[in-house]
């Protein structure tokens, strides 16, 4: 808007133009008359609403969500998979020390195969608590975490009965 005569005595803006501070005094006639003029109300101030942000926050907590159940599941295959890999190295251990003619008490103890160096450390389960016991039956090794065979490893129709 142009400060001009004919502005502000359209305006009814009460000082003359040849006034000190007029720009000052305009401005605050402006100010007054902000709720009577249309040109000013017209302008929408940019930003997101509170409910858009809501929305926003929300579908953030839902997909971490589900990001985090997936990933509880992938720890806890991890894990029981660690145990069938640490079984079959038991039950590795336990075959070169029947093959190296050590008895059978001997291959079936962790500690024992640890302290014969066919292992170097006597793993210990992740997914269930308790020890690995292996058994040897007619030459065959099984190991075992409480009731739960882990070496051999049970096919997909026996795993999902344990």
């Known amino acids: ?5 004919e502005n502000c005595i359209n ?3 009460n000082f003359k133009l040849g006034e000190k501070n007029n ?3 305009y ?4 100010a007054k008359n902000a ?5 000013t109300n017209d302008k929408k101030k940019p930003g997101f609403t509170l409910i858009e942000m809501i929305i926003v926050i929300s579908i953030i907590g839902i997909l971490a969500g589900i990001v985090a159940i997936s990933f509880g599941d992938a720890q806890k295959k991890a894990k029981l998979n660690a145990d069938y890999a640490n079984a079959s190295n038991l039950a ?4 070169m020390s029947l093959g190296d003619g050590k008895s059978e008490t001997d291959s079936k103890d962790p500690k024992k195969l640890k302290d014969s160096k066919y292992i170097q450390t006597v793993p210990k389960p992740q997914s269930l608590s308790g020890d690995y016991e292996i058994v040897i039956d007619k030459g065959e090794v099984t190991v075992k975490v409480d009731k739960s065979i882990f070496y051999p490893k049970p ?3 026996s ?3 344990q």
Do not use: H, P, V
């Open 35 to 39: 709720g009577t003029n249309n040109y």
């Open 27 to 30: 401005s605050q006639e402006l």
């Open 159 to 161: 795993a999902e009965n």
């Open 92 to 95: 590795m251990a336990a075959y």
């Open 23 to 25: 720009r000052k005094l």
């Open 1 to 5: 808007m142009l400060f001009t005569k």
């Open 155 to 157: 096919d997909a129709s």
């Open 11 to 13: 305006r009814n803006f």
